[in-house]
């Protein structure tokens, strides 16, 4: 390929994306992001580098990242099993001290390390900030055996009930780009883990934000998970029960439908679900005709 055939194609590029900048100037979109995208540093980089652009498009990007694997990774160091019920992970006290550790002083400072050696204004904040995220402790009950519900203890798994999006609000009129850790206190002054994809939900809702992104380790909604081409692009939120029923909704799925069906109930314009181990991710859900994942729609 020549060097005016390369430049005639990053022109086409940017003419297809043009109508989207325009459309999501000044809108603010949400991004959850987490799975094994996050121990990868080349993908780390490109999703730093997607935030940034469309920061510098006049969009307002704000980020919520997870860490599982890197939890796990550090929880298998010191002995401790992982263990989920329902996608969510069992949370004892020492649990919840690894999971801070990992969250806070490591992933969060290294993601706003990265954005800011880019050119951007990354400002690291946990849930705990400006009670950014107020929670309770999380109920939960599950069939036993004989089939009668019974509760289930989840430890220090919060369910939240109040965001303040203040501290937020100030920090995008400033220009910065807020990374949010997925941690919340209590009334009492309790620390809990919250799951990422819900807490980047409710976010998305308290902002009113135009988009809420969830980047996981799979293309998005399989009819059929052992065929990666059987992609859904598109699903409403009332073919959601169906899917449930049909079991092509389960597992860590979940908390991801969950807060997308919860998002677009409270106002935010669209969800989507796209595979964060894909270079570029970002930009090609959002900027280009096509798409890579499923969304949600009302």
Do not use: W
């Amino acid at each position: 390929m020549t060097p005016m055939e390369q430049g005639l194609g990053k022109a086409r590029v940017l003419v297809e994306a043009l109508p989207y900048i325009q459309k999501f100037a000044g809108k603010t979109v949400v991004i959850k992001y987490g799975g094994h995208a996050m121990v990868d540093p080349v993908l780390k980089e490109s999703v730093m580098l997607d935030i940034l652009l469309l920061h510098s498009v006049g969009i307002r990007p704000v980020l919520v990242h997870g860490g599982g694997p890197e939890i796990n990774s550090m929880l298998k160091k010191v002995g401790i099993e992982s263990q989920f019920i329902q996608g969510l992970r069992v949370t004892d006290a020492q649990t919840m001290e690894i999971a801070q550790m990992v969250l806070l002083g490591k992933l969060n400072t290294e993601m706003v390390s990265l954005l800011n050696r880019f050119g951007g204004k990354g400002v690291g904040l946990s849930g705990k900030d400006a009670k950014l995220l107020m929670a309770v402790k999380k109920p939960m009950q599950m069939p036993n055996s004989l089939g009668k519900m019974e509760d289930v203890d989840l430890g220090l798994v919060g369910e939240i009930q109040t965001v303040t999006p203040d501290i937020l609000n100030t920090l995008l009129g400033q220009g910065y780009i807020p990374v949010i850790s997925p941690v919340a206190s209590g009334e009492e002054g309790e620390t809990y883990n919250v799951n990422a994809d819900t807490a980047a939900g409710k976010i998305a809702e308290a902002l009113k934000a135009d988009k809420l992104l969830l980047l996981t380790d799979v293309r998005g909604i399989l009819s059929d998970v052992s065929d990666p081409g059987s992609l859904i692009s598109t699903i409403s939120g009332g073919e959601v029960t169906t899917l449930k029923k049909q079991g092509i909704l389960s597992g860590g799925m979940l908390p991801k439908v969950e807060c997308a069906v919860s998002a677009l109930d409270a106002g935010v314009g669209s969800v989507h679900i796209l595979d964060g181990r894909l270079s570029h991710a970002i930009l090609l859900e959002l900027f280009t005709d096509g798409g890579i994942g499923t969304m949600f729609t009302r």
